[in-house]
């Protein structure tokens, strides 16, 4: 055969596996979101998806230089993905996003040990040793298919590195070719962006843009509006007077299941949340996540910025890294709190370890440093361990101490675990119409979710028995992923579970009651104004923004547009210089965190 006709075969055999690799694609992509199976099929959504998953085959094909090995091993990533993606719609509500990229960068037993939780090895492992099988005996039988020193391999090997490299650097002409308008992207609108790019297609675009990601633009106007409505600093609390210790629980998964249409009270399984929103200040709570991404909820209380103002950023702990992260807890720390957080989990889990020396925590406790004989209830350390651990750090203190303290027992998944007391379980009442999957996840959580609020009561009891002033604030963090519950039940209001609210709430010394809603960056406010704790201009401005967002909409988005500014300017360290320029240098001094 003349070696022009064969090298011309050899690339129709490459352009026709890439078109089919594309479209198996794109019906995985269409059958991982549950819709038709060929939706938007040869639109521009469907070639730009098609590009990355030609550019695998083609780098495979160019390195193993094996025909079917190549396209085999390409098909096996492209599935791997898309049954990600599935999975993760199925229990976060939420599809795969270029920022899982930074969790797989960071990725650590107790990372591997969560996912793996959420999946079946029962089926999984045959099936993923069969394919290494199938791999093996192609890597070994099949023929070459370049001729050694071929110029189509070395041309086609360097054509997708390159393709490569500008993913790696986000380059400007993937940019054009991934730009919002062809590819239709929706803000805000994950779900519908992939309807119209494809997974692949909106995680490429999701590439491009993330080179931008802190980079947004700052409304001055919009911010000076809100710093207008900021009141004036009130008097720092004299020296010498004794300061609360302030203790905060973030409750994992932790929702009041009465919100659901099947439940109509949950004061028996509840009694101590119950009772401290009739006596505290709370309510609900917005949280920026569902289902998972705990530190999403965790990053908002803590640093007062709202993720919504870097759409880009999925994964606060992993994608900001500065010397200091501005902070209440930095706030408290120039108050004069010793600042301790409590998390039974590994600390290199979504980066805190790190993460919270930014923050400004003087001292990080992980499962390491709990004691030996710690409980477990179900697969993680029990919130009574968790709250043995702040008792023990409380009745050491030697100055007015804040605790951060994260439970994780609660965590997910609710199917196939065992519990310290399974009767106890067994004898939760079943809601109505709740039946088989439904019924098992529903007791399993609400199992958790008492242990949390029994460890509630019981730190709310030491608190108040101390002597001391203190101020406990207790949250849940986001709604946990109860795919059977929701289909069978569904919420009074009628909304999906990405909608639904979590209670929050404070109690302690002199906190009187009061009902409000808030989003999850506004809490830090709420708590330094409950501890008598001087808030920094930026807390002012955050605090004064609560009641003007329960007003008309176009009021609520001008309002919204100076948070996300202050935010913006406060996470760079520029907020200082802004209400300077605004406002003369009065204030500057009392917001500097860094």
């Known amino acids: 055969m003349p070696k022009a006709k064969n090298q011309l075969i050899k690339a129709g055999l490459i352009v026709g596996l890439c078109i089919v690799l594309a479209c198996v694609s794109w019906i995985l992509d269409r059958a991982s979101m549950s819709i038709q199976l ?43 993905l898309y049954f990600a993606n599935y999975l993760k719609l199925k229990y976060l509500a939420v599809p795969v996003s270029f920022g899982d990229v930074y969790l797989l960068e960071n990725l650590h037993l107790a990372t591997l040990r969560l996912l793996t939780d959420y999946l079946k090895s029962g089926i999984l492992i045959p099936v993923l040793l069969l394919v290494m099988a199938a791999i093996g005996i192609l890597a070994w039988k099949e023929r070459a298919f370049f001729v050694r020193r071929s110029i189509m391999r070395a041309g086609l090997g360097g054509l997708t590195l ?52 802190l980079d947004e633009p700052v409304d001055r106007a919009a911010a000076a509006s809100l710093l207008a409505l900021s009141p004036k600093p009130e008097p720092v609390k004299a020296e010498g007077s004794q300061r609360p210790d302030i203790v905060i629980v973030q409750s994992e998964s932790f929702f009041d299941p009465a919100i659901l249409a099947s439940l109509d009270d949950t004061r028996d399984l509840l009694p101590n949340i119950h009772r401290a929103l009739a006596q505290g200040i709370g309510g ?173 009561g ?83 401005s955050l605090a004064s923004a609560e009641p003007e967002l329960q007003k008309d909409a176009a009021h609520q988005q001008a309002i919204e547009n100076g948070v996300y500014s202050m935010a913006r300017l406060y996470l760079k360290g520029r907020l200082g210089e802004f209400i300077n320029s605004e406002k003369g240098p009065g204030d500057v001094a009392t917001d500097s965190s860094r």
Not at 192 to 198: R, V
Not at 388 to 407: M, N, V
Not at 422 to 446: F, K, N, T, V
Not at 506 to 514: A, E, F, N, Y
């Open 38 to 80: 060929f939706t938007y099929g040869w639109s521009y959504g469907f070639w730009a998806n098609a590009i990355p998953v030609a550019a695998l085959f083609v780098l495979l094909l160019a390195l193993f230089n094996r025909l079917v090995l190549a396209g085999l091993v390409t098909l096996v990533l492209v599935f791997a």
């Open 458 to 540: 019981r730190l709310w009891q030491f608190l108040a028995a101390r002597h001391r002033p203190y101020v406990l604030m207790f949250y849940g963090d986001h709604l946990p992923s109860l795919p059977h519950v929701y289909k069978q039940s569904g919420f009074d209001n009628g909304q999906s579970g990405p909608l639904q609210f979590v209670p929050w709430v404070i109690v302690g010394s002199g906190v009187g009651h009061r009902t409000v809603h808030v989003h999850s960056w506004m809490m830090g406010s709420e708590i330094l104004e409950a501890a008598g704790v001087a808030p920094t201009p930026y807390y002012r």
């Open 162 to 213: 390159f393709f490569m490299i500008s993913l790696g650097t986000g380059a400007q002409w993937l940019g054009r070719v991934y730009e919002a308008h062809k590819l239709r992207v929706i803000p805000y609108a994950p779900n519908m962006t992939i309807l119209h790019a494809g997974l692949l297609g909106s995680l490429v675009y999701s590439d491009v843009e993330r080179v931008r990601a």
């Open 284 to 456: 609900t709570m917005d949280p920026p996540t569902f289902g998972g991404g705990t530190l999403r909820t965790e990053f908002e209380v803590l640093t007062g910025i709202p993720l919504a103002a870097y759409p880009q950023v999925e994964f606060p702990y992993l994608q900001i890294s500065q010397k200091k992260i501005p902070s209440i807890i930095q706030v408290a720390d120039r108050a004069g709190y010793a600042t301790i957080a409590i998390h039974g989990n590994s600390g290199t889990f979504w980066n805190r370890s790190k993460a919270f020396q930014e923050i400004g925590f003087g001292q990080f406790l992980t499962k390491d440093d709990f004691s030996d004989d710690a409980p477990l209830d179900g697969t993680y350390l029990s919130d009574t361990a968790m709250t043995d651990e702040i008792i023990r750090k409380l009745s050491t203190a030697h100055a007015p101490t804040l605790i951060f303290a994260i439970s994780i027992e609660a965590h997910g998944p609710y199917w196939g675990k065992s519990v310290a007391d399974p009767a106890r379980r067994a004898a939760i009442p079943a809601p109505q119409g709740l039946h088989d999957e439904a019924l098992q996840e529903y007791r399993s959580y609400a199992y958790h979710i008492r242990n949390a609020d029994q460890q509630l």
